[in-house]
C-alpha cells in the first residue's frame, strides 16, 4: 500500500513568489494535515482538510491556505514568500474521524522549501 | 508556550539494553498522545499511540506508558537496536474534531552496537 506522497521534494523560490506544494493521502484516508519545521523548531500544524473542507487552522498568516480536492489530494499555497518560511512541509493523512475516536496521522517524506 | 516538551536532546544506549524516552505536557486537555520516529531526509514515522483511558500500550518491543496525574509518558524500547537510531517525537491532541497535533522537539536516539 503506497504511503503519503508529496511533491515536489525540493522547491527553491525567490521572496515574494507563490509556491504550491502537493500531497496525495494514503488509499482511503479522507483527512489531510499539513505542518511546518522550521529549523530549530518542532513540527508546527498549519491546517487541516476533510470531506474537501477546511476545518483547523494553525497559527499562521492567511498567505499560508490551501485546498482539499474530490479524490482527497491537497494542495497547500504560500504567496508572498518571506525568508522565514523556509522550511520543511509535511503532509499527513488519517482515516476520517468520527466523534470521541482516535486516529493516528501517517506523514509523508515533505516538501523542503528554501527561499533565496 | 511549548505544551509538549522532551527535555533531553539525546539519549545514548547499548545494544540490547532497554531506551527509555520521556515527554511532559502542561495542557490537561490533551487526551490522544503518539510517539513518532524520524529517519534523516524521512517523514516521521508512527510507532504507536495512548489514549488517557490507559496507562500502557504495549506493540512488539515498543510500550507506551501514560501518568495523567504528573502528565508524563514515556516509551519503552526493549531490546534496543542499532536500526533503533533516529530521533523520537512525542505528540499530543485535544479530544473531539479538533485533530491538530502537538509536537514536542524531539529526542536523538543512538544505540550503540
Known amino acids: 500500500e503506497a504511503g503519503v506522497t508529496q511533491s515536489p521534494t525540493h522547491l527553491i523560490k525567490t521572496r515574494g513568489q507563490q509556491a504550491t506544494l502537493r500531497c496525495s493521502p494514503i488509499s482511503g484516508h479522507t483527512s489531510v494535515y499539513w505542518y511546518q519545521q522550521a529549523l530549530g523548531l518542532g513540527l508546527q500544524f498549519l491546517l487541516w482538510y476533510d470531506e474537501g473542507e477546511e476545518r483547523n487552522r494553525g497559527n499562521f498568516p492567511p498567505r499560508f491556505s490551501g485546498r482539499q480536492f474530490p479524490n482527497y489530494s491537497s494542495e497547500l499555497n504560500v504567496n508572498a514568500l518571506e525568508l522565514e518560511d523556509s522550511a520543511l512541509y509535511l503532509c499527513?493523512?488519517?482515516?476520517?474521524?468520527?466523534?470521541?475516536?482516535?486516529?493516528?496521522?501517517?506523514f509523508g517524506d515533505g516538501t523542503r522549501l528554501s527561499i533565496l | 508556550d511549548q505544551q509538549v516538551k522532551q527535555n533531553s536532546p539525546s539519549l545514548s544506549v547499548q545494544e540490547g539494553r532497554i531506551s527509555i524516552l520521556n515527554c511532559d505536557y502542561t495542557n490537561s486537555m490533551f487526551d490522544y498522545f503518539l510517539w513518532y520516529k524520524k529517519y534523516p531526509a524521512e517523514g516521521p514515522t508512527f510507532l504507536i499511540s495512548i489514549s488517557s483511558i490507559k496507562d500502557k500500550n504495549e506493540d512488539g518491543r515498543f510500550t507506551v506508558f501514560l501518568n495523567k496525574s504528573a502528565k508524563h509518558l514515556s516509551l519503552h524500547i526493549v531490546p534496543s537496536q542499532p536500526g533503533d537510531s533516529a530521533v523520537y517525537f512525542c505528540a499530543a491532541s485535544e479530544p473531539g474534531a479538533n485533530s491538530k497535533l502537538t509536537f514536542g522537539k524531539g529526542i536523538t536516539l543512538s544505540v550503540r552496537p
Open positions: 499527513a493523512s488519517s482515516l476520517r474521524l468520527l466523534q470521541g475516536s482516535n486516529q493516528p496521522q501517517h
